[in-house]
């Protein structure tokens, strides 16, 4: 099965700086989409941003973008001008086109300092 | 509004019991998955449906079982099997197509004592 790794179980930020969340994964795919969730306290999962592996241009959802560097199977998270509202767990999650499940990395808590 | 409706949001079970949680999802989605959260642990898959009357069994499967007789609903059996069944449970739907996103309910927190 494929996996997905987040390495850094807490981060944080100073309100108004910039953070990059990081998330590797393991296939032998070629064809795969890559997602970004966020959980805040009320636990609701939101999608922050999404990628298509066959696109090399790096997705941008306004403050959030990706750096999506295939050769070496790895899927950061960049948020830029940091919001006390961006506290969350955020998970990476990878999803493949032989089968309809996605999976998951352990998550990242940020914490963002006023 | 559409959305998926997890209940209840917390549940309450006696070692031994079995005990099923709801999931219904009013967005017409074909693909419905369920997922066990525990700390430090992400998400993991317990099973997943792409259509009615089929479902495949993720990573976690084993004390669990679903049922799909309604695209939408697709309700999580927890067994006495289940080892360790206290945590929080999530569920989620989509479109069939592979870039579309997960939309998740609510969750439910099982604790079983």
């Known amino acids: 099965a494929q996996t997905v790794t987040q390495s850094q179980p807490e981060m944080s930020v100073q309100e108004a700086e910039t953070v990059t969340l990081s998330c590797t994964y393991d296939t032998s795919e070629s064809d795969y989409y890559l997602f970004w969730y966020k959980q805040p306290p009320s636990r609701q999962m939101i999608l922050v941003i999404r990628q298509e592996a066959y696109k090399q241009q790096n997705a941008t959802e306004n403050r959030f973008s990706v750096n999506f560097q295939k050769a070496a199977k790895s899927f950061s998270l960049k948020i830029s001008d940091s919001q006390l509202g961006d506290a969350a767990m955020y998970f990476c999650?990878?999803?493949?086109?032989?089968?309809?499940?996605?999976?998951f990395g352990a998550g990242t808590r940020l914490t963002v300092k006023p | 509004d559409g959305g998926i409706t997890q209940s209840p949001k917390y549940l309450f079970r006696k070692e031994g019991q079995n005990v099923t949680l709801s999931c219904e999802q009013n967005?017409?989605?074909?693909?419905m998955y369920w997922y066990r959260q525990d700390p430090g642990q992400g998400l993991r898959l317990i099973y997943y449906s792409q259509i009615v009357n089929d479902f495949q069994k993720g990573d976690i499967a084993e004390g669990y079982s679903v049922s799909r007789e309604k695209k939408e609903s697709f309700p999580l059996t927890v067994t006495s099997a289940q080892k360790n069944p206290t945590a929080f449970y999530l569920c989620?739907?989509?479109?069939?197509?592979?870039?579309?996103?997960?939309?998740f309910g609510n969750g439910t927190r099982l604790t079983v004592t």
């Open positions: 999650a990878y999803r493949n086109y032989n089968n309809n499940d996605m999976r």
């Open positions: 989620a739907s989509s479109w069939g197509q592979l870039n579309s996103p997960l939309h």
């Open positions: 967005l017409n989605h074909d693909a």
